[in-house]
């Protein structure tokens, strides 16, 4: 009734059912391995062990700012509800505990409790030692003695609120750049200044221009002599000219700004260097 292909497929269906059958047989009859009892005492010892150094370092007390104990910490160090009620009451009219006998006078622990736990007492340094610490005086209410800013050191520059170490460096370095400053506005370009800050560094420093400094004339000045312009570089001291030479020389400063990639937005600091007369 079934053809070979049939035949086959019911050939190897008896014998994997056949396989199965004796992979059950020899689980079900195999015998079990005997269970050995070993000795744990020595693993039960190692857990004590370790199960009292949980229990000290639960119960070590570190220092603390009696201040600021929590109804946790309070029931940790064996305060009653009371006393914790008492030391809430009084810091939350805004009044402070500055030695030990305040904590025994507000709360009103026992003796035996305040000698065992006020060793871990720890007051701020202004408390415990009031001399040490120095008035701050707000920046706005410091004397400021103003000095030239291009003989100004990073730790002078970063005594400025607002400037740190990063920006102090980047003030120095196009200080470098500009082979000094000529104007405190030339300050302002630096990357990261704000304009806050920008008050503050008008209030401790200015800008002394180099001794016979003065403008060159746009229109007159040689290739060379526009090249030493912070600002200018090889294309664009070579555009400059060429325009010029076009226009017979610039007429004000709208044309000047139209040369080939000329900074435009930085015309107000070229312009400290430049003149067209």
Not at 84 to 102: G, M, V
Not at 122 to 147: I, L, M, S
Not at 224 to 253: C, H, M, S
Request: aromatic share 12%; net charge positive; no cysteine.
């Amino acid at each position: 009734m079934f053809n070979r292909k049939q035949q086959r497929g019911i050939f190897v269906l008896l014998i994997l059912l056949v396989i199965s059958f004796a992979v059950y047989a020899y689980a079900v009859t195999r015998p079990l391995e005997k269970l050995v009892v070993e000795d744990v005492s020595v693993f039960q010892s190692q857990i004590d062990s370790l199960k009292l150094v949980a229990s000290q370092k639960r119960n070590k007390i570190y220092p603390f700012n009696p201040n600021y104990i929590t109804d946790y910490r309070g029931y940790a160090l064996g305060l009653s509800e009371e006393e914790l009620a008492r030391l809430h009451r009084f810091r939350e009219s805004d009044k402070w505990i500055n030695s030990k006998q305040d904590f025994q006078k507000v709360t009103g622990v026992t003796d035996q409790w305040l000698d065992s736990i006020s060793p871990y007492f720890k007051f701020p340094e202004w408390v415990t030692n009031p001399k040490k610490q120095k008035t701050f005086v707000p920046f706005k209410d410091r004397k400021v003695v103003a000095k030239d800013i291009n003989s100004a050191s990073q730790d002078e520059l970063k005594a400025v609120y607002g400037i740190g170490p990063a920006l102090s460096g980047r003030i120095i370095k196009e200080r470098e750049f500009l082979n000094g400053f000529i104007h405190i506005k030339q300050v302002r370009g630096v990357y990261g200044l704000t304009d806050s800050t920008m008050i503050q560094v008008k209030k401790h420093f200015y800008v002394t221009k180099p001794k016979g400094f003065q403008k060159m004339a746009l229109n007159t000045a040689t290739r060379d002599e526009l090249l030493t312009i912070p600002y200018f570089n090889d294309y664009l001291v070579d555009q400059l000219i060429k325009q010029r030479t076009l226009r017979d020389g610039f007429a004000n400063w709208d044309k000047v700004v139209l040369t080939s990639r000329f900074p435009e937005e930085k015309l107000e600091l070229i312009q400290l260097y430049l003149t067209l007369d």
